[in-house]
């Protein structure tokens, strides 16, 4: 039984857990450990859980402590919080832009953002939880998530807009000698 | 509610419309509705995050994450304790009166609890006795016990007195009569042995285990009866019957 609880989780979350922790690692590998390592120590303390259906938000709050521990080990945690106001709306890349991508550059802009927005950001573009959800599992309060959400999408909209300008700069000209190069 | 506020608050609002019922956003969409600039950049804003997070839903696991998930699901142990509680002053002194209550009962009770391990010796010594054995007791009883739709623990409809009547092998222990019927389920012999509750009022509704040299017996009892099952097939099979 308890095993087909555990099969039933990680069919229902492994591959959105993936998902934030590839934006949390910016390693596909690390990503992968990651996830697992969440879902070890479900299977180690999960079954503690009182209420079934808070296992979802369980996982998650997990998996972004064991990247924080991780991270610790590696390197102090910069504070963000005081970098100063949030920058006007940048100007973002129109919204067809972004639905052309391919789905792992957008995932690279995601990346870039500070990781202190990017967490919140993660959370909030799979839809999967509100910003009151999200402010219990990175444990801040709900107008810091608000904050970050802003910072978070200015960033982030910096980022496709690189992304965008440097896809176009590939594209080169037939008439250019570094065109007549590469022939 | 200035346009200012109004877009803070609105940059935790989903593009799929989960939160249209969160009182939180009503000011800041009653806001949209009423200023024109303020409704087109919430509509740019919503189209924004939804190509953002329709590109970001599509990214797919790597293959085999789940296959190394499960497998390495299967091989770890849940722990039984929880780290944290022993360490709080409350549950250790909890803790530590559960104790001191548990070691007075067992002090004062009348050990019953050796007299039903002496029990579950007695039946796995005369369980052993391959010469005593080979078919006792009445043939209903053996299909019964025999039938793997029958989950022993769940009670069996029997009468003690009827049982001893028809002629099922019948031990005394310290005085105490025990009825003993073998009986094989998917090929495996399995010796069952019946007393009067009231004669061994010690034991417990929920089954217990007992292994010794190569033979394990599981004891329970319901309201009327006593039951011991011994077999050399090991306590997973003992396990299935129950």
Not at chain 2, 167 to 191: A, D, I, Q, S
Request: contains cysteine; hydrophobic residues 45%.
């Amino acid at each position: 039984m308890a095993s087909e609880i555990f099969n039933q989780l990680v069919d229902a979350h492994y591959t959105p857990l993936f998902r934030f922790a590839l934006s949390l690692t910016r390693n596909s590998s690390d990503a992968g450990d990651l996830t697992q390592q969440t879902f070890f120590i479900w299977a180690k303390q999960g079954h503690a859980l009182r209420e079934a259906g808070k296992a979802k938000s369980w996982l998650f709050t997990t998996l972004y402590r064991e990247f924080l521990r991780g991270r610790r080990r590696a390197e102090r945690v910069t504070a963000l919080e005081d970098l100063g106001p949030v920058e006007a709306d940048p100007p973002a890349p129109e919204v067809d832009v972004v639905t052309g991508m391919d789905a792992g550059l957008v995932v690279e802009a995601l990346q870039e953002v500070d990781e202190t927005y990017r967490a919140p950001l993660t959370l909030f573009y799979m839809q999967d939880f509100s910003y009151k959800e999200i402010a219990e599992m990175l444990e801040v309060p709900i107008g810091t998530v608000m904050s970050r959400l802003s910072r978070g999408k200015a960033q982030l909209r910096a980022a496709l807009a690189r992304k965008e300008s440097a896809g176009r700069s590939k594209v080169v000209a037939f008439n250019q000698p570094s065109a007549r190069k590469l022939s | 509610m200035n346009n200012e506020e109004a877009k803070f608050i609105l940059q935790g609002y989903r593009p799929n419309g989960t939160d249209a019922g969160d009182a939180a956003f009503r000011a800041a969409l009653e806001q949209v509705q009423r200023d024109p600039a303020l409704r087109e950049w919430f509509a740019r804003q919503q189209a924004f995050d939804a190509a953002v997070s329709a590109q970001l839903n599509a990214m797919p696991a790597p293959a085999g994450l789940r296959e190394a998930i499960l497998a390495g699901g299967r091989v770890t142990t849940p722990d039984r304790t929880q780290a944290s509680w022993w360490r709080s002053p409350a549950w250790l002194a909890a803790a530590a009166s559960v104790a001191v209550i548990f070691a007075t009962t067992l002090a004062l009770w009348p050990k019953p609890a050796a007299a039903d391990t002496a029990l579950a010796d007695y039946v796995l010594a005369d369980a052993g006795k391959d010469e005593m054995h080979g078919g006792h007791g009445t043939e209903s009883l053996q299909a019964m016990l025999g039938d793997p739709a029958n989950r022993l623990s769940r009670g069996l409809p029997i009468s003690f007195t009827a049982l001893r009547k028809d002629g099922c092998r019948t031990v005394t222990y310290e005085g105490r009569e025990v009825l003993e019927v073998c009986f094989n389920r998917g090929g495996v012999w399995f010796h069952a042995y019946i007393g009067r509750r009231a004669d061994f009022p010690a034991l417990a509704a929920t089954p217990a285990f007992l292994d010794k040299e190569g033979m394990s017996v599981a004891a329970w009892a319901d309201d009327s009866h006593v039951y011991l099952v011994a077999s050399k097939a090991g306590r997973a099979a003992l396990q299935q019957l129950l």
